[in-house]
């Protein structure tokens, strides 16, 4: 499993980079995605990017204010979060892509994911 790390509490308007750990297996999949999960809600797509790092795609949710990386060296996919809002409160975590490349770029990042880390907490709050 991924392991997830970064969170914390932040106020408004805050950034914070977090990061997902995966093993080289996992990394070598078609794709990473970075997804999360609000108290009582369902588990919502954040961003994904690709094997290559050519490809990188984001929810709505994130309205430009979010950024998806990879560092093949460390295989480690990073999300890095700016002008935070309270309602950005939730676990965010990772899983490796589980289709094909082709399958990742036709569904623009969504799709099969799988062995999902445990997440990291990230509140926004004053």
């Known amino acids: 499993q991924p392991i997830e790390s970064g969170g914390g509490l932040v106020q408004p308007g805050d950034s914070l980079r977090i990061s997902c750990e995966a093993s080289s297996r996992a990394f070598a999949s078609a794709g990473m995605g970075w997804f999360r999960q609000a108290p009582g809600k369902e588990r919502y797509f954040v961003a994904a990017?690709?094997?290559?790092?050519?490809?990188?795609y984001y929810a709505d949710l994130t309205e430009g204010r979010f950024t998806i990386s990879r560092d093949e060296a460390k295989n480690t996919v990073y999300l890095h979060l700016t002008n935070l809002r309270p309602e950005d409160t939730a676990v965010y975590s990772c899983?490796?892509?589980?289709?094909?490349?082709?399958?990742?770029?036709?569904?623009?990042?969504?799709?099969?994911?799988?062995?999902w880390g445990q997440g990291t907490q990230v509140t926004v709050r004053y």
């Open positions: 899983a490796p892509y589980v289709s094909s490349s082709s399958r990742f770029i036709e569904l623009r990042g969504r799709g099969e994911y799988a062995n």
């Open positions: 990017i690709d094997r290559s790092s050519r490809f990188t």
